[in-house]
């Protein structure tokens, strides 16, 4: 079942800006959300940032600068920031975390379109 939950994503033209977020869902506590994957049409999936405890960022070569991976503590919420979007990034985007014992748990992933 779903326990991580991505919102954010939609239809923007290219160089426009979208903001992704993800949260656990209310159905289980302790989950840690901590990187994005995407999986565009026809491709494997891929890392696209990760961020650890201590605030270490790692980006995929493709969106450095133009993508800003950052967590809120206090929401326990993780946020990708992306900026001068180009069709090259529409895929559908997950969202992984893991909880204290480092079992792993995703979202159903929420689609993002770049296209004039």
């Known amino acids: 079942q779903v326990q991580l939950v991505e919102s954010g994503g939609g239809l923007v033209q290219p160089g426009g800006s979208l903001r992704l977020s993800c949260a656990p869902s209310?159905?289980?506590?302790?989950?840690?959300?901590m990187g994005w994957y995407r999986q565009a049409p026809g491709k494997q999936r891929e890392l696209v940032a990760h961020?650890?405890?201590?605030?270490?960022?790692t980006y995929a070569d493709s969106v450095k600068g133009r993508f800003t991976i950052a967590r809120d503590n206090a929401k326990n919420t993780l946020y990708l920031q992306m900026n001068s979007l180009k069709p090259e990034d529409t895929a559908v985007y997950y969202c992984?975390?893991?909880?204290?014992?480092?079992?792993?748990?995703w979202g159903q992933g929420t689609r993002v379109t770049v296209s004039s």
């Open positions: 992984n975390g893991r909880n204290s014992r480092s079992v792993d748990y």
């Open positions: 961020i650890t405890g201590g605030g270490s960022t």
């Open positions: 209310g159905t289980i506590a302790s989950i840690y959300p």
